[in-house]
């Protein structure tokens, strides 16, 4: 299991790296322009040399990803070019808003999808359809569509909830709640669609293999069969697709902050890509592709842990 | 098991999510002193050097006073200079300053601090370091009066006093390592360090030692940045903030929700023609072309149409509330095709011409009307894509001899800095003219009755010579709740902190 988790982690470091310096490459290619957006149209060719030279844009761009580098291998991500605030402390201020709307969605998502999944594998008939049915349209529907129609019905409409915004915790617990349902809740239709979708047909797979056949002939109850037996076969497959789904709402959660003007790490990679704020753009590719990895390593552990087989692969 | 242990856990989340709702929608509802505005960008910095006009100025406004002020028709007035005058020469100006101001930090505010704040600007690489670098010497009369000596007469510095020229922060925080994010003014808030969070809330609570405090109705101020029009709209129809920015598109479903549209006209639409030499398309040398153009552009209806009306037609590039703007230029080239063909042949050019244009994903709503009223004169457009966070800087690069811009209005005097004289760096190809320079001199050097006079002649000479092509002046639309007042600003799109009131 050390082992298995070892090659992992260097497979993991390996990518860090090479993202990092590919989106470094990609993000510097673009950076012509800072110096004039930050300095103004009435900026002097002096002036743009000078802020040029105080960024470092004057160096090779090796340098530059070196120097980068060292510093962010130190715990310095730099400063933002466009508001001075230090990244990190960005990232920090920006990261739990993120997290906790994409942890409560995969969280939502895991829960509702095993019980749709379980129960159109399990019942079969009309139930199954209608939660094909209702999958392919939840599927079918954009979620930043899904926030805007919640909006307007629940906050514009009803004025029960609020259109924007994010509360932290600590601030009060009510309104971080009430701040992240409308917002979960638009990423967790599109997931569920897909995810019960993928539990379903693992979960009918399973109860068609020859042991669960077995299972049954030994006069094993149904429920047992089900939640003992055939549940923790198809732990695996649903695992990786909870861990793809948590990708992809980490993808869907930059559009639904926009549409709430959630302060979280969406708002900021948008914010930081349309100016060309190449250090903030640079740490938060980096804390994402960390955050991506980290999950991919637990859903490893996990994986290989419930099924042993899959540590052998 | 399951699926009950699920039903428990889904009944617990609602209790919480309805408890939440609570106090989570319409909280800026509960205090009627609280204003919460929402903000299109996040704020930049609170350094004096770095911070900018437009959107900006609502998140420093509430902190630093400045040293003259604007009021509801757009005249300057005192605030922390009591009184300003020139010499007869103008290039002396006296300020009288007010006495018993002190900075949050206990730092008394005095003629060495004005000192202190503008040579600080000047020295410094923000956008609008310009503001105070036509001062030469500073004379300190007294702690409450001060002579600033100007290089040369310049007619917009009384304007930039009222703007971030005027900007005054305690000395002692101007080289602090925190002043990017810790403003100390004597302005009438604080912001407060508990409930701001950057990116998401700037909170403002009042300074309890404010001079002016009747002038200031709201104990805090909330400000929010959100970049995204739709969660603007979202938040002031759903009572979450009492004031946004919104654009001409969505001013109709804004006004069918009672919001009220407060308006200002601080932008001009239209074309920069800036190859008035012919450098790069000799055509453009040709008045009779460049007046084509300008015949060439169907102005009502692309206001009508593009802006939903929200403007006003014009030919000028100066602000209406301006010295230099004069309403009798306003109709001197109405749309005519015709006349415009007729132009371009007795210049040579029946056949036209092409030229090259930036095209910006941020204006493609005009790219198609552009390429076919200059189509329809004979112009070919060769469109060069540029990405929308490049569009200015490739603009001043002098690479293309005419752009579409929407480009904001001040004062005459700051818009001649901005795009007439030869080093302006509106003007990338540099283009002059021995007559223009005179007209500009005469403004520069006018004295002060004779200055509204000395700038209408520069825009007549302007639209006469056809060196811009503007089509209207568009609105900037602030939708404000039905318990708040907002008074627009001629030169500002974003209303700063004084302007908003509540509604009894």
Redesign the interface.
């Known amino acids: 299991m050390f082992r298995f988790i070892g090659r992992r982690l260097v497979a993991c470091v390996v990518l860090v790296v090479v993202i990092a310096g590919i989106t470094f490459l990609l993000a510097f290619s673009g950076t012509g322009n800072v110096a004039r957006n930050l300095l103004g149209e009435s900026a002097t060719p002096d002036q743009l040399a000078a802020k040029n030279a105080e960024l470092g844009l004057d160096k090779p761009l090796l340098a530059q990803l070196g120097t980068w580098a060292e510093h962010a291998l130190h715990g310095d991500l730099g400063i933002s070019w466009f508001t001075n605030e230090p990244v990190a402390q960005a990232i920090a201020n920006r990261l739990p808003v993120t997290l906790s709307m994409v942890v409560l969605a995969v969280a939502l998502t895991a829960l509702i999808s095993v019980g749709l999944g379980v129960a159109a594998a399990v019942r079969g008939g009309w139930l199954d359809r209608v939660i094909q049915v209702l999958s392919v349209a939840g599927f079918a529907l954009p979620n930043f569509w899904v926030a805007l129609v919640l909006v307007v019905f629940f906050s514009v409409t009803l004025g029960v909830l609020p259109a924007t915004g994010y509360v932290r915790l600590s601030e009060s617990p009510g309104s971080w709640a009430a701040a992240l349902v409308l917002p979960v809740a638009s990423l967790v239709i599109g997931s569920t669609a897909s995810a019960a979708q993928q539990v379903r047909g693992a979960v009918i797979d399973v109860l068609r293999q020859d042991f669960v056949r077995t299972l049954r002939a030994r006069g094993i109850s149904p429920r047992s069969v089900l939640f003992r037996h055939a549940l923790r076969n198809a732990a695996s497959p649903a695992l990786t697709v909870l861990s793809l789904q948590f990708i992809a709402l980490l993808g869907g959660a930059v559009v639904i902050e926009k549409v709430f003007a959630i302060p979280g790490l969406g708002t900021l990679t948008i914010n930081a890509a349309l100016q060309g704020d190449v250090p903030v753009l640079m740490g938060v590719v980096v804390t994402l592709v960390v955050l991506v990895v980290i999950v991919n390593l637990v859903i490893d552990v996990i994986s290989g842990w419930v099924n042993p087989k899959v540590r052998v692969q | 098991m399951?699926?009950r242990r699920?039903s428990a856990?889904l009944a617990a989340?609602a209790l919480?999510?309805g408890?939440?709702?609570?106090?989570?929608?319409?909280?800026s509802q509960s205090a009627s002193k609280t204003l919460t505005i929402?903000a299109v960008l996040?704020?930049?910095?609170f350094?004096p050097t770095?911070l900018?006009i437009g959107n900006q100025m609502q998140y420093w406004s509430p902190v630093f006073d400045t040293l003259l002020t604007r009021d509801k028709d757009n005249k300057l007035q005192p605030w922390l200079a009591t009184s300003w005058k020139y010499d007869a020469k103008r290039t002396t100006l006296n300020l009288e300053l007010k006495s018993g101001v002190k900075f949050t930090d206990g730092t008394p505010f005095d003629a060495t601090v004005v000192k202190d704040n503008l040579t600080n600007l000047a020295a410094g690489?923000?956008?609008?370091s310009?503001m105070s670098r036509s001062i030469a010497t500073y004379q300190i009369v007294s702690p409450t009066e001060l002579n600033l000596k100007l290089k040369a007469p310049d007619p917009g510095l009384v304007d930039y006093l009222a703007s971030v020229g005027g900007v005054m922060a305690s000395p002692k925080s101007l080289k602090s390592p925190t002043v990017?994010?810790v403003p100390v003014g004597s302005g009438p808030y604080e912001l407060d360090k508990t409930g701001t969070?950057?990116?998401?809330?700037y909170t403002y609570k009042r300074n309890p030692g404010y001079w002016n405090t009747a002038a200031f109705p709201y104990d805090k101020i909330v400000i929010?940045?959100?970049?995204?029009l739709?969660?603007?709209l979202?938040?002031i129809?759903?009572?979450?903030v009492n004031g946004t920015l919104t654009d001409t598109n969505s001013l109709a479903d804004a006004q069918r929700?009672g919001l009220t549209a407060n308006t200002t006209p601080v932008n001009w639409n239209g074309l920069l023609l800036m190859d008035r030499d012919g450098k790069l398309v000799p055509a453009l040398k040709d008045l009779r072309v460049r007046k084509a153009i300008n015949y060439a552009f169907d102005r009502e209806a692309i206001l009508k149409n593009v802006s939903h009306g929200q403007g006003a037609l014009t030919t000028q590039i100066f602000n209406a509330a301006g010295d230099g703007y004069d309403q009798a230029l306003d109709s001197t080239y109405n749309y005519d095709p015709a006349k415009a063909k007729q132009l371009l042949a007795e210049a040579g050019y029946a056949d036209g011409f092409a030229i090259t244009m930036p095209e910006s994903p941020g204006f493609a709503q005009y790219n198609a009307i552009i390429e076919q009223q200059l189509g329809a004169i004979g112009i070919k457009v060769k469109w060069v894509k540029v990405?929308?966070?490049?569009v200015?800087?490739?603009i001043?690069s002098g690479k293309y001899p005419v752009a579409f811009m929407t480009l904001g209005s001040q004062s005459a005097w700051q818009d001649i800095?901005?795009a007439v004289t030869r080093k302006s760096?509106?003007n990338p190809l540099k283009a002059g003219d021995p007559q223009l320079d005179k007209l500009l001199a005469t403004a520069q050097n006018a004295p002060e009755a004779q200055l509204p006079a000395a700038m209408k002649a520069v825009s007549k000479w302007l639209v006469d010579n056809a060196w811009f092509d503007p089509w209207y002046r568009e609105n900037s639309v602030y939708l404000s709740d039905a318990r708040t007042a907002v008074a627009m600003q001629a030169y500002n799109v974003a209303p700063s902190i004084n302007s908003f009131s509540p509604k009894e």
Not at chain 2, 197 to 201: E, I, K, L, M
Not at chain 2, 237 to 240: A, E, I, L, R
């Open positions: 399951l699926i699920c856990l989340a919480v999510v408890a939440g709702a609570c106090s989570g929608a319409g909280a929402a996040d704020n930049n910095s350094d770095q900018n690489t923000g956008q609008n310009y990017a994010t969070v950057a990116g998401s809330t929010k940045p959100m970049t995204d739709t969660a603007r979202n938040a129809k759903s009572g979450q929700s990405p929308a966070n490049a200015i800087p490739e001043l800095q901005k760096p509106w």
